[in-house]
Nanobody, 117 residues
């Protein structure tokens, strides 16, 4: 059974630096690209950051220079370090594991991040 479990969300003050984690089980972690997506209230879900199995990364323009995605193959976990948070970073952050060749995609349940003073 595939599981992606996010943690690390919550209420954060502007300028804060939380780290989200997504622990995976039931997949061969090294085979999958991992992504973080967010959905703000009233908006569509958008890609925040993605890291390939080889370690290449891409970021949404709105988070470049503030967020860092990384992965740890020994823990089958992907992280999103978020720095200099802004109120517009508020949303539900979801983890995704994606293998395009075998057309498999899995999602976590999401974790709420609220940036407010």
């Amino acid at each position: 059974q595939v599981q992606l479990v996010e943690s690390g969300g919550g209420l954060v003050q502007p300028g804060g630096s939380p780290r989200l984690s997504c622990a995976t089980a039931g997949i061969i972690f090294s085979w999958y690209a991992m992504g973080w997506y967010r959905q703000a209230p009233g908006k569509q879900r958008e890609l925040v950051a993605r890291i390939t199995s080889g370690g290449s990364t891409i970021y949404a323009d709105s988070v470049k220079g503030r967020f860092t995605i990384s992965r740890d193959g020994t823990k089958n976990t992907v992280y999103l370090q978020m720095d200099s948070l802004k109120p517009e970073d508020t949303g539900v952050y979801s983890c995704n594991a994606d293998h395009r060749l075998i057309e498999r995609s899995y999602w976590g349940q999401g974790t709420q991040v609220t940036v407010s003073s």
